[in-house]
């Protein structure tokens, strides 16, 4: 809370920050405390460790970056330059917290969680800011497609089963930041940027769709697994059934 604090008033003694921003920027910092100390009680950790620690750093500039676009959608202005810096240094320092889980052995499910979700919210906060030029199609298509997907996993649980590790998932999900923090530059002619977002949205349709037909194959395959292996009731225990063939 502090360092965000800290981020948000740099902000504000340097470029200047409106309310909208200030709001933006306190609900974030009250959202992150909430859920990430919600999320380490349930892990049983008793501290965030140095991995998390970078990512928490990262995450308050992400929390800059919210401000400032909250900024822009009251006025229609805002820094470019600050923002896109806060942008890419946040999205740069997104491979150095792995790194520092992996050198020190403290690579945990919640760190994952935690530095992906940044990424998400980051490629959400930038969506919005290029709304206003490319369209709004880019929020729900790019920026909201992940939380989409998380939407629909309360209603199909075999949504939320484990995936597999790809490199490819990860490299285009950094397409998307790339392309996001670009657009967000205004560097690029508003008709190529468009059709490199339309690019972009289709490798991310590619990247969620294979993963989606993966769990599905999964979940049809635990439920064959289930029908084909009856239970046999013995007085009050049922104990797995094991026909000929069939490994114990």
Known sequence: MLLQTAVLGGLAAGVGLGTPGWLAGITFAVATWALLSSALLRSGATSLGPAN????????????????????????A?????????????????????QVARRTGTTTKLGGRFDGEVDSILALVLSVYVAHTLGLWVIGAIGAYRYLYLAAGWGLPWLRGDLP????????????????????????PGSVMTTIAAVS????????????????????????????????????VAEPYVGVGQES
């Open 53 to 76: 620690a970078v990512t928490l750093t990262r995450c308050t500039l992400v929390g800059g970056v919210t401000a400032l676009v909250a900024d822009s959608v009251a006025t229609r």
């Open 78 to 98: 805002a820094p470019v330059v600050v923002l896109v810096t806060l942008a890419v240094v946040a999205w740069l320092m997104d491979g150095i917290d792995g």
């Open 165 to 188: 590790r790809r490199q490819s998932r990860s490299a285009i999900a950094a397409v998307q930041g790339i392309v996001l923090i670009v657009a967000a530059a205004g560097v690029v």
């Open 201 to 236: 949205l289709a490798l991310l349709t590619f990247s969620f769709g294979r993963d989606i037909v993966t769990l599905y194959r999964a979940h049809r395959v635990s439920r064959r697994h289930t029908a084909e292996t009856p239970a046999v009731r013995t007085g009050t």
